[in-house]
């Protein structure tokens, strides 16, 4: 059976990101959302669907569709709510592409809203079901992925030094990129002298913590082509999830995100050389590594010296990386901003930063411990 | 803290219920104790009321030998809980037992800068309550057992 997508990205956009006090989950969810159907030339009464992903700081999550489709004045035809973190992005893009394709509605938008900075959102919850890993003082996010880039390191010989120069990468794309929350330039020197948060990864490994909205608009592959800047399309979908933590041995080694990425390659009938350029979701540095070995870029333990010195990820090397900074330079958007920047690439709306091949992009999401995956391949039009 | 995190996954002190309860005082009495499904014999971890190999209700509580290998470890420079602010820097581990089960868990008696991936290692006990002790490790020459 071939598979196929009917739908494809009319429009993206994103509120400020940063520090915004006064601003909260709804607020930052409505400027994007406006935003994006600006950029989409469609209005407000166009959409007939509305998938949305709470923010850490909203309340009664799972009813976080109702609260905003009231605040929005939307009655849809499709709608409801997603917590799988990193990953949720990706599942709604998906669930609104389904939707589209079988005729359910005609625009969809899916929407993020957090005041995660303002509102005091720390990443450091314990995971573990009867028996809580907070006995063992397992508390956050940076952990779960510490774990990972420790035996990496020591079955592979990875570095902490290839790490860093994901960091930089980051940084010096962010710095080509006015939205970006963080544009200071840093060095290999400023990762490794950054503080310890859980060895091995220092300050400089993890994400930022960020107020901000992002909103997707998915339509059919022909309205999208009349959209004002032209549309995406959506080539492939792939998911996967290892929702076992410890019982799976291979945990660590998030064997899912192989298996999401395959999916989608089989549906888009495209393999890793046909890739021009990836955002891939990098909560901590470590999980573009892992994201590089799984999407084929390189073979499993050759992602380190496939990072180092920084070139081939580079904005004109072989494989451009989070070209717009990621959640580590550009905003913690939770993989939101990754389908935006991919977007944008695909367009060529990117200025300074805007890749020279720019037909295909990969773009990854993974969330809550570890567990979920979730990926696009766009194309553009 | 954010939204939705409940006060008691930052408490030091083991929660106990009905389920976990052999599993804490397997602890006091010097034993790594976890289910063995009746039904299919699958060892599991974490604790559960069901079998996730075959959905059994049956199990019954297995003492362990308590040795095992690491898998991985972090060490934690800073406390996420002030509970935990004496006690930086400290190892967690995922240790994977001789049974088969991976089981988190601490790597004490050993600095930090001495935990390796592969090392051997064997249970330990720490009390945290009446009802309550805590499995961690230890590297089998630390432990001086075999």
Redesign the interface.
């Known amino acids: 059976m071939t598979a196929s997508v009917q739908a494809s990205i009319a429009g993206v956009g994103a509120s400020r990101q940063g520090k915004l006090p006064g601003e909260s989950d709804l607020s930052l969810a409505t400027q994007a959302l406006q935003a994006a159907l600006d950029d989409a030339g469609l209005a407000k009464d166009d959409i007939d669907g509305l998938l949305t992903m709470p923010g850490?700081?909203?309340?009664d999550?799972a009813k976080h569709y109702l609260r905003l489709g009231e605040h929005l004045g939307i009655n849809p035809k499709v709608s409801g709510s997603l917590s799988m973190g990193g990953a949720t992005a990706g599942v709604l893009v998906q669930q609104a592409a389904l939707a589209v394709g079988a005729g359910m509605a005609d625009v969809v938008a899916c929407v993020f809203g957090d005041a995660?900075r303002t509102?005091?959102?720390?990443?450091?919850?314990?995971s573990?079901?009867?028996?809580?890993?907070?006995?063992?003082?397992?508390?956050?996010n940076a952990?779960n992925s510490?774990?990972?880039a420790?035996?990496h390191m020591?079955?592979y010989g990875t570095t902490s030094e290839q790490l860093g120069w994901v960091a930089v990468n980051g940084r010096r794309n962010a710095a080509r990129n006015p939205a970006a929350v963080m544009r200071e330039p840093i060095t290999l020197a400023d990762h490794q002298a950054s503080?310890?948060?859980?060895?091995?990864?220092h300050l400089l490994d993890c994400c930022l913590i960020s107020d901000g909205g992002v909103a997707v608009i998915v339509t059919s592959a022909e309205r999208a082509a009349e959209a004002r800047h032209g549309g995406v399309r959506i080539l492939g979908m792939g998911q996967g999830h290892t929702l076992?933590?410890?019982?799976?041995?291979d945990?660590?080694y998030l064997p899912h995100q192989q298996d999401c990425i395959s999916r989608a390659y089989r549906m888009a009938g495209l393999s890793p050389a046909d890739i021009d350029i990836a955002q891939l979701y990098d909560n901590f540095t470590i999980s573009v590594l892992f994201w590089l070995e799984h999407a084929g870029f390189c073979e499993p333990g050759e992602s380190g010296p496939f990072v180092e010195g920084g070139k081939r990820i580079a904005l004109d090397g072989e494989l451009p990386v989070n070209t717009a900074g990621g959640n580590l330079s550009e905003s913690y958007m939770q993989g939101w901003l990754h389908i935006v920047e991919g977007v944008r690439q695909l367009r060529g709306d990117c200025g300074e930063r805007q890749c020279a091949r720019a037909e295909t992009c990969l773009v990854t999401g993974r969330g809550m411990t570890l567990n979920t995956s979730s990926c696009l391949i766009l194309g553009a039009s | 803290?954010?939204?939705?995190?409940s006060l008691?996954?930052?408490?030091?002190e083991?929660?106990v219920?009905e389920?976990?309860q052999p599993?804490w005082a397997g602890g006091l009495a010097g034993e790594l104790r976890l289910q063995r499904c009746v039904t299919c014999g699958h060892l599991?971890?974490?604790?559960?009321t069901i079998c996730?190999r075959c959905l059994s209700s049956e199990s019954r509580w297995e003492a362990l030998t308590g040795l095992g290998t690491v898998?991985?470890?972090?060490?934690?420079?800073?406390?996420?809980?002030e509970s935990?602010k004496d006690?930086v820097?400290?190892v967690?581990a995922?240790v994977?037992l001789d049974e088969g089960?991976?089981?988190?868990?601490?790597v004490v008696g050993v600095p930090?800068a001495d935990v390796?991936?592969?090392q051997r290692v064997s249970v330990v006990f720490e009390r945290?309550s009446a009802v309550a002790a805590?499995p961690?490790f230890t590297p089998v020459e630390q432990a001086g057992s075999r």
């Open positions: 850490t700081t909203s309340p999550p995660a509102g005091g959102s720390r990443f450091s919850a314990a573990g079901s009867n028996v809580s890993w907070g006995n063992w003082g397992m508390y956050g952990a510490a774990l990972g420790r035996r020591a079955l503080r310890m948060i859980v060895d091995p990864l076992q933590t410890l019982e799976r041995k945990w660590w | 803290m954010t939204a939705g995190e008691a996954e930052f408490a030091p083991p929660e219920t389920l976990t599993f599991r971890y974490p604790i559960s996730p898998q991985t470890y972090t060490v934690f420079e800073r406390a996420y809980h935990w006690r820097p400290y967690v995922l994977e089960p991976v089981f988190l868990t601490n930090p390796r991936v592969g945290r805590l961690q």
